[in-house]
T-cell receptor, first 112, second 115 residues
Framework: LAKTTQPISMDSYEGQEVNITCSHN???????ITWYQQFPSQGPRFIIQ???TKVTNEVASLFIPADRKSSTLSLPRVSLSDTAVYYC?????????????FGKGTTLSVSS | DAGVTQSPTHLIKTRGQQVTLRCSPK?????VSWYQQALGQGPQFIFQ???????QRGNFPDRFSGHQFPNYSSELNVNALLLGDSALYLC??????????????FGNGTRLTVT
């Protein structure tokens, strides 16, 4: 089961680009990389998912190098409302014994 | 399109009691996973249900049990409640078996307080 390592916290200012890197050295061939955002007293919300190279959607980009041992979530021009905990997950949820496991996440604080 | 709904939103129980939490998955989803989230921690995986069977289980005692119904909804039961069971209980639904890149969709959880 691939374990992930993320920074505990990050600080940013409104309008800046924020990059959160996640390390997953033991990622398996079938594993996908998924990022979630969580606000206090709410369930995590899916942000973006990828397998390799770059994925972009309306809220974020995900960069995955060729060796897939790390990934970087990029949030363009953050606002105060992006203050939240961000989780990086690695796994294939349908494989027995590899249920998606959350770490402690990265607490992002955005200031004005 | 209704997302994942959980009930109740808040619950207060006494040590030793039993509790049942309920979850309705997102429309079209057939797999339900349950997580426990203590304050300041990431969600901890309890178990996952697919085709009305428990498919995977995390490191939780047998006091935690579940059920999935034919309509894919699910229940989480906790017996002999301990103070340490106080947490936010999250339900997540997804497409299972063959849809390995189907992300989890979470409800907003049930806040359980054990006194």
């Amino acid at each position: 089961l691939a374990k992930t390592t993320q920074p505990i916290s990050m600080d940013s200012y409104e309008g800046q680009e924020v990059n959160i890197t996640c390390s997953h050295n033991n990622i398996a061939t079938n594993d996908y990389i998924t990022w979630y955002q969580q606000f206090p007293s709410q369930g995590p919300r899916f942000i973006i998912q990828g397998y390799k190279t770059k994925v972009t959607n309306e809220v974020a980009s995900l960069f995955i190098p060729a060796d897939r041992k790390s990934s970087t979530l990029s949030l363009p021009r953050v606002s105060l409302s992006d203050t939240a905990v961000y989780y990086c997950l690695v796994g294939d949820k349908d494989q027995a014994g590899t249920a998606l496991i959350f770490g402690k996440g990265t607490t992002l604080s955005v200031s004005s | 399109d209704a997302g994942v709904t959980q009930s109740p939103t808040h619950l207060i129980k006494t040590r030793g009691q039993q509790v049942t939490l309920r979850c309705s998955p997102k429309s079209g989803h057939d797999t339900v996973s349950w997580y426990q989230q203590a304050l300041g921690q990431g969600p901890q995986f309890i178990f996952q249900y697919y085709e009305e069977e428990e498919r995977q289980r995390g490191n939780f005692p047998d006091r935690f049990s579940g059920h999935q119904f034919p309509n894919y909804s699910s229940e989480l039961n906790v017996n002999a409640l301990l103070l340490g069971d106080s947490a936010l209980y999250l339900c997540a639904s997804s497409l299972g078996q063959g849809h390995y890149n189907s992300p989890l969709h979470f409800g907003n959880g049930t806040r359980l307080t054990v006194t």
